[in-house]
C-alpha cells in the first residue's frame, strides 16, 4: 500500500481529498496493491482521548495515551498506523475528531481510522483531519451502499472494510458487528467478496476468538477469505510473536499483518510496554525483499540478518 508522506495535516486532507477514482483506475490500485511490501501494522483501540486493549473484545483494560503511543510508533518507523474507536458505535457517533486530529499532527506514518462512520461527510472530516483511509464495520452490513458511495467520492485505496469473525460451533465462521456483539448469520468469505465488488480497496479481518490473546492468528479464517480475494487482506486478531506475523502471511495468505497486544504488551503478565520489531527480529522470520526495512541504509548479510546503517 503506497501513501503520500505526511506535509502536514490540513496539507495532506487536502491532498486526499483531491484523489479522484474511476473504474480504470480502481482497478489498477487493486493490482498496484497486490505487488506491495508486506506491512505491520499497529492497531490502536482509542476511547474517549486513551487506549484499551481487549482479549476476545470483552474487558478492555486502560493502556495510556494514543498520541504517546504515535510518538513511540514514530521512532520506529512503523508502516502504518490503524485507530479503531471502540465505542463510537455504541454511542452512535463517528471518532472524535479533536482526538483523530491530535494523533495524525504526531503521527508520521500512513493513519487509518475507523468506529461508527455512517456517512460521507463524517469520511471527508476524517480524512480532512489527517487520516489517509477509513475503516467501515457495522455499516458495511447496515448500509452497504456506503462503501460504494466512499469508493466513488474518495477512491477505493481510501476505503477499509473490517470484518470482525467468530467461530461458531458447528466450525463455520460468522461475521460480527457493533463492537463483535451482534451475529450477522454472514459468511465472512461472502461477505468480504461482497465488499470487493461493491469498491472497498482492501480488508480487514480480524478473529474475534484470537483477540488479544497472543496465540497466533486463526490461519484457516485468514486462508480461506484471503483466497476469495483480489484485493488485499489485512490479519488481525491473536499475534504474539514475528512468527505469528510470518505465518498469518505464508500460511495465511494475507497481504499486511496487524496486532494491538503483540505491540503493546510484554511477558506473561501483560506489562505495557508499546515495541515494534526491529529489522533484524523481521528478516529472520521473512524473505527481506518482502518487507520494508525500517533503519537507514541497512546492509541485509547473506545468513538473512540485518546490520544497521551505524554499524551495530
Known amino acids: 500500500m503506497q501513501f503520500s508522506k505526511r506535509c502536514g495535516r490540513g496539507a495532506r486532507g487536502k491532498a486526499t481529498l483531491a484523489r479522484g477514482n474511476t473504474s480504470t483506475v480502481a482497478m489498477s490500485q487493486r493490482r498496484s496493491l497486490q505487488m506491495q511490501k508486506i ?12 487506549i484499551e486493549k481487549s482479549i476476545r473484545f470483552q474487558d478492555p483494560v486502560y493502556i495510556g495515551s494514543p498520541i504517546n503511543a504515535a510518538r513511540v510508533f514514530n521512532g520506529r518507523n512503523v508502516d502504518e498506523l490503524i485507530l479503531l474507536d471502540i465505542v463510537a458505535t455504541e454511542r452512535k457517533r463517528p471518532p472524535i475528531i479533536e482526538v483523530i486530529s491530535q494523533i495524525t499532527e504526531e503521527a508520521f506514518m500512513p493513519v487509518t481510522v475507523g468506529g461508527g462512520i455512517r456517512d460521507i461527510s463524517t469520511i471527508r472530516e476524517l480524512l480532512t483531519a489527517g487520516a489517509d483511509r477509513v475503516v467501515i464495520n457495522t455499516c458495511a452490513v447496515e448500509q452497504p451502499n456506503l462503501v460504494t458511495q466512499a469508493a466513488d ?15 461458531n460451533p458447528d466450525g463455520s465462521y460468522e461475521v460480527y458487528t457493533h ?21 472497498c480497496g482492501e480488508i480487514l479481518l480480524t478473529s474475534i476468538d484470537r483477540d488479544g490473546t497472543m496465540d497466533g492468528y486463526d490461519l484457516e479464517l485468514t486462508q480461506r477469505v484471503s483466497d476469495s ?6 490479519a488481525c486478531g491473536g499475534a504474539g510473536s514475528v512468527e505469528h506475523l510470518a505465518d498469518a502471511v505464508g500460511v495465511g495468505h494475507a497481504s499486511a499483518v496487524a496486532a494491538g497486544a503483540f505491540f503493546l504488551f510484554f511477558g506473561q503478565r501483560r506489562t505495557v510496554l508499546l515495541t ?21 541504509n541497512p546492509t541485509v548479510l547473506p545468513d538473512g540478518a540485518v546490520k544497521q546503517g551505524n554499524g551495530k
Not at 506491512?39 to 486513551?50: M, Q
Not at 451482534?182 to 461493491?198: E, K, N
Open 153 to 167: 467520492c474518495f477512491g477505493s485505496q481510501c476505503v477499509v472494510v473490517s470484518v470482525d469473525a467468530k467461530r
Open 229 to 234: 480475494l483480489t484485493i488485499p487482506l489485512i
Open 179 to 199: 463492537g463483535g456483539t451482534r451475529a450477522t448469520g454472514l459468511d465472512p468469505v461472502s461477505h468480504a467478496r461482497r465488499m470487493q465488488d461493491i469498491g
Open 276 to 296: 515494534y520489531p526491529n529489522d533484524n527480529e523481521l528478516t529472520q522470520a521473512f524473505d527481506p525483499s518482502q518487507i520494508r526495512l525500517k533503519t537507514s
Open 39 to 50: 506491512r505491520v501494522i499497529p492497531v490502536l483501540l482509542l476511547k474517549e482521548w486513551g
